[in-house]
């Protein structure tokens, strides 16, 4: 079995994470394949996490990772399938791709190729936890690291054709890396999307990485070796620098609940409380 480095195993924290949701009498959404792809590793990373949220000699403080990580995949979800309805965009690209299943478990129109990108070691994984399962539209894994400095020629290689509009989910992705990094990755997908391609990602704001209440989830993730290193409190500006127009919905709002977010959702103008944001839209 292929082995995995601690930013890579997060993957498998996500596949337990829907693996659970879609044990859920309430579930919305169902993965078949997610058990599956968390494998061994998946479940006791879940726990880990589940701990440190839900402390049985306190009130939690922390956002309920469980409940996130539903309404995100579901948000994502609804995206997607929105996005691809229409004719003219034909391309998915999936950055960073983890163990995704989405290629596997949901219908796809018949225009749509789907590339998803990752590195080898995780696309080896997935391949293996995989074996004999069809994906249900025109497929195409890139093994290459997105910090690679030429990722880009990788995916051309594979299909993708920069000159049409296309879908780009950056899905888990933005709190791993450095800024300077964040806008690197922006920079370098807006210069890969054609007018009217659509874009979506989640990301924290900066206090999510500074305030007291966070440590017990940031110090899972630091002791894994895979530290939340960006946030931003402005997304909309942070993709509109780039030639993107998106709107940051926050789980609990309107599009972005359904009947699951358990916390208040504080108005954008308070200060000093963790945030997550769902950034959706087009590039100009």
Not at 12 to 40: H, K, N, S, V
Not at 90 to 109: E, F, I, K, N
């Amino acid at each position: 079995m292929t082995d995995l480095n601690p930013v890579e195993r997060t993957a498998l924290l996500t596949a337990a994470l829907r693996a659970a949701e879609t044990r859920r009498a309430d579930r919305l959404y169902e993965d078949p394949y997610a058990a599956r792809l968390a494998g061994d590793a998946g479940p006791g990373l879940l726990a880990e996490v589940r701990d440190a949220t839900f402390p049985p000699d306190r009130p939690r403080t922390l956002p309920s990772t469980p409940d996130y990580n539903a309404i995100r995949t579901r948000f994502f979800d609804d995206f997607l399938r929105t996005a691809a309805a229409d004719p003219d965009l034909t391309q998915v690209v999936l950055a960073p791709a983890g163990m995704d299943s989405r290629a596997y478990r949901m219908p796809w129109p018949e225009h749509i190729r789907y590339f998803e990108i990752d590195r080898p070691a995780v696309l080896e994984f997935k391949a293996e936890r995989l074996a004999g399962v069809a994906p249900r539209v025109a497929h195409r894994t890139v093994a290459v690291d997105l910090t690679a400095d030429d990722w880009e020629s990788h995916l051309v290689d594979a299909g993708y054709d920069p000159e049409l509009p296309a879908i780009w989910l950056l899905e888990g992705l933005l709190y791993y890396i450095p800024e300077p990094d964040t806008h690197r990755m922006l920079k370098r997908v807006a210069a890969l999307a054609a007018p009217g391609s659509r874009i979506a990602a989640d990301l924290v704001n900066e206090a999510a990485l500074e305030l007291p209440e966070m440590r017990g989830l940031l110090d899972v993730f630091d002791s894994w070796g895979c530290p939340w290193l960006f946030g931003s409190d402005e997304p909309e500006a942070l993709f509109a620098r780039y030639g993107f127009d998106v709107r940051a919905a926050q789980p609990g709002e309107e599009g972005a609940d359904f009947g699951r977010w358990p916390d208040p959702v504080p108005p954008r103008d308070v200060k000093d409380v963790r945030r997550v944001f769902f950034v959706h839209g087009r590039l100009r």
